[in-house]
């Protein structure tokens, strides 16, 4: 779930710990029926995003590679007034606003303003 240079780092670990002790057991299984009922079918509603959207992946992401992301943006962007951008952060997994907070946020900032 993290790039590969973040495997053995004790203090994300310990971020993502906290966050799995807080939602709990059934918040995990409530949140992997939700990512598993919804299957391609999201694909197909894509089109019909007309707000400016920022898609943010990590370079190292297993879990939803560049690949994924970039199939995101074409489909918004396939629509007329579609407006999607990809932005990838280096050296990040599947938790790019956990490994690199400040990208993400320098990000995030300079596309809403």
């Known amino acids: 779930m993290v790039a590969k240079n973040r495997v053995n780092d004790k203090e994300l670990f310990g971020i993502y710990s906290a966050m799995s002790q807080k939602i709990g057991k ?5 949140q992997m029926e939700q990512v598993l ?4 079918g999201f694909i197909n509603v894509l089109p019909s995003i007309k707000c400016p959207t920022l898609v943010i992946v990590g370079d190292d ?4 590679p560049i690949s994924v992301a970039q199939e995101i943006v074409d489909g918004i962007n396939s629509a ?3 407006n999607a951008r990809l932005e990838i952060i280096k050296d990040a997994g599947h938790f790019s606003s956990l490994e690199s907070p400040e990208n993400v946020t320098r990000l995030i900032l300079s596309f809403l303003s």
Not at 37 to 40: D, V
Not at 61 to 64: E, L, V
């Open 61 to 64: 992401d297993q879990r939803s």
């Open 37 to 40: 009922s919804r299957g391609e």
């Open 26 to 30: 059934q918040g995990f299984i409530n």
């Open 80 to 82: 007329k007034g579609g």
